[in-house]
Structure formats: structure tokens, C-alpha cells
């Protein structure tokens, strides 16, 4: 079996959560680093991210995620054609970078409805907004 040819800029449908059938995931780079090989940046759309730092208490996006190829194969489904322009992800990536740089960051390896479900846990453990 052949691996699927993901590239930047694609945007691609995904075993979501339920409710949150019409996300889609967009591919915003792609890194080759020593220790952990491809490791895809990619933007999370069109969900329900409980997030009590945030208005109304759900977040529509996560901008920035750094996966593996494991979790892409384990997600993905189809392609939907170009992904959006967003650049909001950069911002991300940029702190990931440097975490990652100095040894504080890593990658998922989850499939994405775990990232999510990790994601929640995290903000809900970081105590209510102040």
C-alpha cells in the first residue's frame, strides 16, 4: 500500500467528533527533523474545542498542532480540496518551534479526536479564567 501524498496546503476530511462532521484538517507544513522524521503542521477547523478561556466557552479552531504521519494515516480520509489562507497557525508553530528547539515540545501521534480530547483536558486542568 502506497502512502498517501500529503503536501501543504492541502485540506482533508477526518473521523471527527461527533457533532463536528463538517471539520476539516489543513496541512500548513511540513518539517523533517532527526528524532522524529516528517512531523506536519496542520490547522484543526470547524470544531467545538471546549476552551473556558475563551468567549461563549468553545474554541472553533486549533490553529496548530504538530502530528505525525501516524496520525494522519490513523485520521485522514479524503481530500477537500485547497485549504484555506489562514496564516493564524504561524504563531503557533512559532512557539512549538522553540519548545521543540530546547527540547520542551514534541509531536501527536494520536489519532485527532484524542488530540482534541487531550487538548480540552489540558485547558480544563489549567483552572477556570480568571
Request: aromatic share 8%; no cysteine.
Amino acid at each position: 500500500m502506497t502512502k498517501p501524498a500529503y503536501a501543504p496546503g492541502q485540506a482533508w476530511t477526518y473521523r471527527t467528533r461527533p457533532g463536528e462532521e463538517d471539520s476539516r484538517i489543513a496541512i500548513r507544513k511540513i518539517d523533517h527533523e532527526p528524532e522524529d522524521g516528517e512531523v506536519f503542521h496542520v490547522s484543526i477547523l470547524g470544531v467545538k474545542l471546549r476552551n473556558h478561556r475563551v468567549p461563549g466557552g468553545l474554541q472553533p479552531a486549533m490553529n496548530h498542532a504538530a502530528v505525525s504521519r501516524a496520525t494522519l494515516d490513523a485520521s485522514l480520509l479524503t481530500t477537500d480540496g485547497p485549504a484555506d489562507a489562514d496564516e493564524g497557525w504561524r504563531d503557533g508553530y512559532a512557539v512549538w518551534r522553540q519548545a521543540y528547539d530546547n527540547g520542551d515540545a514534541g509531536i501527536f501521534d494520536l489519532p485527532v479526536p484524542e488530540i482534541l480530547g487531550y487538548i480540552e483536558m489540558v485547558v480544563a486542568a489549567s483552572g477556570e479564567a480568571r
